[in-house]
């Protein structure tokens, strides 16, 4: 730490802190009794908090973000010139970054053309809901308007959002819902027993059950299919093999608009650009948030191919043709400015690369510890976004207790290693331990955050 809060500051703003700040996701009663855990600097894959403890950064500022690391000065620069010079208009306009960003990012996305700027990543799927919707009434009379979403993924805390939502315990004590959204089963392969699913061609299987529930709602009722390439909270899930082209297929067959949250997978997680270009498949709509920019300035975005942006262009029997909707800080330039230099930063430093390499470093050392401690019942995900499933139990994959899953997350804070785990999302399994370094990893981070967690699982198991 560079010392620029002196202690006493630093005492006045952990009282400030906890007589004011409501964070997020922490319950309130322990936290009357413990000291926020105020994050003070970073720099590369390292964070010091208030106390100047440093910690090794395992899950990207927490929630699977800061993807090319903290501290980036280039970054902070293109920041503070663009918005010196022009830091806000309505998005009715274009700016600059906004022009070049998009036609840097859309050239590594081929089907994929238009691109719509907003903040969060709940909000771009949003958008796409209220595009699958727009489109249902244009062309279909409004039939086609319910929208598919899988058991298990996540896209975001709004009520819609949440209606679309796989995690039941995020969804708990916030309904009535918002109609119209339908869920097909999820497609953990490790868990198909759970689903009395075969064995064999379990992804042929999962996908087939889309189709089960297309068939049940009926084809001309259903518009969208909204999936995460890789589930990310719901407990880092690789879809099988043989599921994405089935599922691709699927929504051919039925007219039905495939849109991928990339909120997490996008802009290099999983050592490519994106989640689904691992699966060679052509979506309608993507959304991205958290990796856009890392985490220096807001921004998330909805892209879509031509086709979809010609449904909405204007016909002048109709003047409410056109996508009627605003997001007033899908106008700040500071987002994109800071999406250019995160993109030139990934490609001049071979990040992508680095992520795949990395990636497949980490999931090995997942693996030794795997055949070391019985309680791992599964390794798996892509790149530097995987998970660790613990089990009480290898033969009858029952999961581990939730509390010594975040013992084992608490053991490794106490080492300076900071990891996360499946936390109040899926009733029953919040029991996977999620890593997602950043993409400037080296080995000798990797095996340091695997060293504190072989420590973490002797000492709990
Ligand atoms: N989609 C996925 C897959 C996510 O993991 C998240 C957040 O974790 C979201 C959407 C929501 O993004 P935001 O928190 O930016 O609204």
């Not at 501290?71 to 920041?79: D, L, P, Q, T, W």
């Not at 929208?147 to 993924?153: Q, V």
Request: aromatic share 8%; hydrophobic share 35%.
């Amino acid at each position: 730490m560079d010392g620029t809060l002196s202690q006493n500051d630093l005492s006045h703003v952990v009282e400030a802190d906890k007589a004011h700040v409501w964070h997020h996701l922490i319950q309130h009663k322990p936290f009357e009794t413990n000291d926020p855990n105020i994050i003070v600097e970073g720099k590369g894959m390292r964070v010091w908090n208030q106390n100047g403890k440093e910690h090794l950064d395992a899950v990207s500022g927490g929630v699977w973000t800061v993807n090319v690391g903290y501290g980036r000065e280039s970054i902070a620069k293109a920041v503070y010139d663009q918005i010196l010079k022009m830091n806000y208009f309505a998005g009715s306009a274009g700016s600059i970054p906004g022009a070049l960003f998009a036609e840097k990012l859309l050239a590594k996305m081929p089907n994929q053309s238009r691109m719509y700027y907003c903040n969060s990543g709940s909000e771009a799927n949003e958008k796409a809901f209220k595009m699958i919707r727009q489109i249902a009434h244009k062309r279909y009379g409004g039939a086609k308007h319910k929208i598919l979403y899988r058991d298990r993924d996540y896209h975001g805390t709004t009520i819609a959002t949440l209606s679309a939502g796989g995690q039941d315990e995020r969804g708990a004590q916030y309904g009535p819902y918002t109609p119209g959204f339908v869920r097909v089963p999820h497609c953990l392969e490790y868990r198909a027993g759970d689903q009395g699913a075969p064995t064999e061609n379990y992804g042929e299987w999962a996908a087939d059950q889309i189709e089960q529930v297309i068939l049940r709602e009926g084809p001309d009722t259903v518009g969208g299919l909204c999936l995460e390439p890789v589930t990310a909270g719901g407990g880092v899930i690789t879809p099988p093999t043989g599921y994405w082209q089935k599922v691709q297929e699927i929504c051919r067959k039925y007219d039905i608009l495939l849109h991928i949250d990339e909120v997490v997978c996008g802009v290099g997680r999983t050592g490519k650009w994106f989640g689904y270009q691992q699966f060679g498949i052509e979506p309608d709509m993507v959304t991205m948030a958290k990796g856009v920019a890392s985490g220096y300035a807001a921004i998330a975005c909805l892209t879509t191919t031509e086709e979809v942006f010609e449904m909405f262009k204007d016909d002048a029997s109709d003047p409410m043709n056109y996508f009627r909707d605003i997001s007033t800080f899908g106008g700040c330039t500071a987002g994109p400015a800071a999406a250019i230099e995160n993109m030139r930063i990934i490609e001049d430093e071979g990040l992508l690369d680095n992520c795949a390499d990395m990636g497949a470093y980490m999931l090995g050392r997942l693996g030794e510890l795997q055949d070391k401690h019985a309680v791992i019942g599964q390794v798996r995900g892509k790149g530097l976004f995987l998970g660790a499933e613990l089990v009480a139990d290898r033969d009858t994959r029952a999961p581990a207790a939730e509390k010594l899953v975040q013992a084992v997350v608490g053991d490794c804070m106490k080492q300076g290693v900071i990891i996360g785990a499946t936390n109040r999302s899926v009733p029953g399994y919040n029991n996977t331990l999620c890593f997602s370094p950043a993409l400037i990893a080296t080995r000798d981070d990797i095996d340091q955050i695997v060293e504190a967690v072989d420590g973490a699982l002797s000492r709990t198991f």
